[in-house]
Nanobody
Framework: QVQLVESGGGLAQAGGSLNLSCAASRSIFSINAMGWYRQAPGKEREWVGS???????NFLDSVKGRFTISRDNAKNTMYLQMNSLKPEDTAVYYC???????????WGQGTQVTVSS
């Protein structure tokens, strides 16, 4: 059973930064894609951004220029660097991963990000 474990969430002030990590229990060298969703209270879960096996990244328009995604294959870990945080970024952030050789998508348990104004 593959596990994804997020960390790095917490409380930040508006304009501040947080760096989320998503550690996989399996090598991420052969991923099809990894990425992040978030869910704010009372709202539906929304896609935030992703990175492909070829290291192409894409982001939700509202976070473009503020968030970046990277990965460290040696550590089987993906990162979400969040800068210039806004109160509307407050949500539970979930990472996901799909490997190229199977159809299943794996999810982490979520990490809370709270941005105060």
């Amino acid at each position: 059973q593959v596990q994804l474990v997020e960390s790095g969430g917490g409380l930040a002030q508006a304009g501040g930064s947080l760096n989320l990590s998503c550690a996989a229990s399996r090598s991420i060298f052969s991923i099809n894609a990894m990425g992040w969703y978030r869910q704010a209270p009372g709202k539906e879960r929304e896609w935030v951004g992703s990175i492909t096996g070829g290291d192409y990244t894409n982001f939700l328009d509202s976070v473009k220029g503020r968030f970046t995604i990277s990965r460290d294959n040696a550590k089987n870990t993906m990162y979400l660097q969040m800068n210039s945080l806004k109160p509307e970024d407050t949500a539970v952030y979930y990472c996901y991963a799909k490997w190229s050789y199977e159809s299943r998508v794996y999810w982490g348990q979520g990490t809370q990000v709270t941005v105060s104004s």
